[in-house]
């Protein structure tokens, strides 16, 4: 069965550092792609970065120079490392892992930023 699992959220105050982690496993096809995105509470999901099978990433202009998407492609896992954390990244925060066939979300993992 395809999973796609979350793990590393947490409470932390600001100007604080987390690492996300994310597993799929059980997905037939290639990955292609995997990225983070979150939901703020009463807001849309937003991509936060992504990262392909040959290691190309993208980022939201908010994340940029805070937030680093890294992959182990033998594992299907991908991380997000986040340092310099703001109030204004507090959200659930998932992960998506992209085949040619459709795309694989996880549960989510809460980020909380507050002092």
């Known amino acids: 069965q395809a999973r796609v699992v979350e793990s590393g959220g947490g409470l932390v105050q600001p100007g604080g550092s987390l690492r996300l982690s994310c597993e799929a496993s059980g997905i037939i096809f290639p990955i292609n792609a995997m990225g983070w995105y979150r939901q703020p509470s009463g807001q849309e999901r937003e991509l936060v970065a992504t990262?392909?099978?040959?290691?190309?990433?993208d980022y939201a202009d908010s994340v940029k120079g805070r937030f680093t998407i890294s992959r182990d492609n033998a594992r299907n896992t991908a991380y997000l490392q986040m340092n310099s954390l703001k109030a204004e990244d507090t959200a659930l925060y998932y992960c998506?892992?992209?085949?040619?066939?459709?795309?694989?979300w996880g549960q989510g993992t809460q980020v909380t930023v507050s002092s």
């Open positions: 998506n892992a992209k085949t040619w066939y459709r795309d694989y």
């Open positions: 990262i392909t099978s040959g290691t190309s990433t």
